[in-house]
């Protein structure tokens, strides 16, 4: 497996992203944008970068703020993430950049592409298929669901699954229900998972390292959403 830095470029701010592909398998294959927590780009996202590339896809994890920053303390992750987000043009325009980097390498099928997110990730997934970009298929992982421009939601391309933790108290009830409003609005192939017994960040095995109660790493959910993302991308790109 081929693994390694791949610097990109949104406007002034440099990115440092990390791209993983399977070199062994010859022609181009489904890219996969991989969109980290607040924390910035970190273990677990390079972790499912890898995972995506032994499962046949070419996947970049993204660097949300430059120059391959992560951090440590909720704080920070929530003052870095903040400033993303308080633009959406800003916001989707760092998605969009990401997503170039990935089609831009030899070994990406343009034609079949895809973005995932955890936590932020999960949201700025959704707002990248939200600006229209050319995705077939998207998974929000305990992402936020609120949109800063939720009519958008009609712009979607791509068959979209939602991954949510029954006991997320980031993500309330209201949260989700407004989701689900906007999507039956639209003509988009949308699915929502509720995962009993899970809260926030259930994909992230260090999840309890943050001392916050409302953060919990959930083996059943994170097996189960990960099987439901792959069986997504096989219905979406089929198998090679």
């Known amino acids: 497996m081929i693994t390694k830095t791949l610097e990109y470029r949104d406007g002034r701010v440099t990115l440092k992203g990390f791209l993983a592909y399977d070199e062994k398998r010859s022609g181009p294959r489904p890219g996969v944008v991989v969109f980290p927590e607040a924390l910035g780009l970190g273990q677990h996202a390079m972790e499912r970068a890898r995972r995506l590339a032994a499962a046949g896809y070419v996947a970049l994890a993204a660097d949300p703020y430059g120059d391959g920053i992560f951090v440590d303390t909720l704080p920070k992750a929530v003052e ?14 760092r998605a969009k950049a990401a997503l170039d980097a990935l089609t831009a390498q ?12 955890y936590c932020f990730g999960g949201s700025t997934a959704l707002e990248l298929a939200r600006s229209g970009a050319p995705l077939g298929a998207v998974t929000s992982f305990h992402g936020g669901l609120e949109s800063p421009r939720p009519d958008d939601a009609r712009n979607i391309r791509a068959k979209v699954l939602v991954c949510h933790g029954a006991l997320d108290p980031l993500v309330t009830p209201a949260h989700v229900a407004a989701f689900q409003d906007q999507m039956r609005q639209t003509k988009v192939d949308w699915e929502l998972q509720i995962y009993g017994g899970a809260t926030h960040s259930f994909t992230n095995p260090e ?7 409302a953060f919990a790493y959930s083996k059943a959910a994170d097996t ?14 089929g198998s090679d």
Do not use: C, Y
């Not at 030899?106 to 997110?117: N, S, Y």
């Not at 999840?207 to 109660?213: E, I, T, V």
């Not at 189960?224 to 790109?237: G, I, T």
């Open 224 to 237: 189960r959403s990960w099987k439901a993302m792959l069986d997504l991308f096989a219905e979406v790109f």
């Open 80 to 93: 870095l993430m903040t400033a993303v987000r308080s633009d959406v043009a800003v916001w989707r325009a």
């Open 106 to 117: 030899p070994q990406t099928d343009r034609g079949r592409l895809a973005a995932i997110g």
């Open 207 to 213: 999840a309890g390292s943050f001392g916050n109660p």
